[in-house]
């Protein structure tokens, strides 16, 4: 498998407070993804990075931002945390165009 | 900008029957395409892709798909269907605006439920 961690595994936060989200990966590859999954919606993309300080939005990025400083990590903030924001997060990560992703195993946030 | 439609929510087939799952996309160029399957409780696994070359894909699991320009779709079959297939499929598109600019956007899902 390839190395991808997610941290934290679980989060339950309140309305209003900022949130961020950690995605390690071991395997140097270019291209990082943040995806939120909700029933009837499928995974949604909410910010990609394709290299270290290039980052561009997705189709639900609004109330989201991410930051990507090396190449092994990529971090995604919800700048105000509101309940549309409770989804189940992914992180995925591939090497380069056409290839596959590798996902992480999520996160499980609800904001309360 | 690109986007997929998988016009299925739902579909049930009964064990050994045959399959079909539908995914339209929507890209000005030639799209990078996939198909990804999720277990219940499990990540997800990449089951074939295209670019270009021979529009008939074969991939893991006895699936296979067919690219068609002109309908602008990449469906997914199987010819005898497991109760192990009862999962979420995805389909999805990559494309690339250029300097290494490149995303990859999923439909919304079709689930896949298999009678014995």
């Known amino acids: 498998d390839a190395g991808i961690t997610q941290s934290p595994r679980h989060k339950v936060t309140e309305t209003g407070t900022p949130v961020t989200l950690r995605c390690h990966q071991t395997?140097?590859?270019?291209?990082m993804y943040w995806y939120r999954q909700d029933p009837g919606h499928g995974l949604r993309l909410i910010h990609y990075s394709y290299g270290v300080k290039d980052t561009d939005k997705g189709e639900v990025s609004d109330g989201y931002s991410v930051s990507r400083s090396k190449t092994e990590d990529f971090l995604l903030t919800l700048e105000s945390a509101t309940s549309s924001q409770t989804s189940v997060y992914f992180c995925a990560i591939s090497g380069g165009v056409f290839e596959k992703l590798f996902f992480g195993s999520g996160t499980q946030l609800s904001v309360l | 900008a690109q986007s997929v439609t998988q016009p299925d929510i739902h579909i049930t087939v009964s064990e050994g029957a045959s399959l079909e799952l539908r995914c339209n996309y929507s890209?000005?160029?030639?799209?990078?395409l996939f198909w990804y399957v999720q277990s219940p409780g499990q990540g997800l696994q990449l089951l074939l892709k295209y670019f270009s070359g021979d529009t008939l894909v074969q991939g893991i699991k006895g699936f296979e798909a067919e690219f068609k320009r002109s309908q602008s779709s990449f469906n997914l079959r199987k010819p005898s269907v497991h109760w192990s297939d009862a999962a979420e499929y995805f389909c999805?598109?990559?494309?690339?605006?250029?300097?290494?600019?490149?995303?990859?956007?999923f439909g919304k899902g079709t689930l896949l439920t298999v009678n014995p």
């Open positions: 999805a598109v990559g494309a690339d605006s250029g300097g290494s600019n490149y995303k990859l956007t």
């Open positions: 395997e140097n590859h270019r291209y």
């Open positions: 890209y000005g160029a030639t799209p990078y």
